[in-house]
């Protein structure tokens, strides 16, 4: 049997109220898929990957993990929202927002000669907002990583 190449496929967040955080980032502008579904869960096309979004509880029942405390610090992770100038940045980070993200820093600048913000979700996941110096993107817009 042939181990197949990993590759990842699907980001899962726990939500406390899938119905309320769909329409977040339907507001952000991530296309919802799945409806047969419902508020159950939640599927969203994400440039190659996908964005499910599924209630707190049962996620971490799922994934044999205690969904208690639930952090309220750096959970150890960030998702990224690359852009390719500074420009597009501004514009993806004002529509979150306008979609009612928390503000977590402003883009500004980086040491590196990027450009990044970060903003939360309404469940506290930190999205970072970034045009980094180096990589470029496909027609269809994803990410190619320099070698």
Avoid at 2 to 13: D, E, F
Avoid at 47 to 73: F, M
């Amino acid at each position: 049997m042939t181990t197949p190449a990993p590759k990842l496929t699907v980001v899962t967040l726990g939500v406390r109220d899938v119905a309320a955080s769909a329409r977040f980032y339907e507001a952000l502008g991530f296309v919802r898929k799945v409806r047969s579904t419902g508020d159950e869960i939640a599927f969203f096309e994400a440039g190659g990957v996908v964005l499910a979004l599924w209630d707190w509880d049962k996620l971490a029942e799922d994934s044999v993990i205690s969904s208690q405390p639930r952090p309220q610090t750096f959970r150890g992770a960030t998702l990224a929202w690359n852009c390719a100038t500074p420009t597009e940045v501004d514009a993806a980070f004002e529509k979150a927002m306008a979609a009612g993200a928390k503000l977590l820093r402003r883009p500004e600048k980086t040491e590196y000669g990027g450009y990044r913000g970060y903003f939360s979700d309404p469940d506290g996941h930190a999205w970072e907002v970034v045009q980094a110096p180096g990589f470029a993107f496909t027609d269809d817009g994803r990410l190619i990583l320099p070698d």
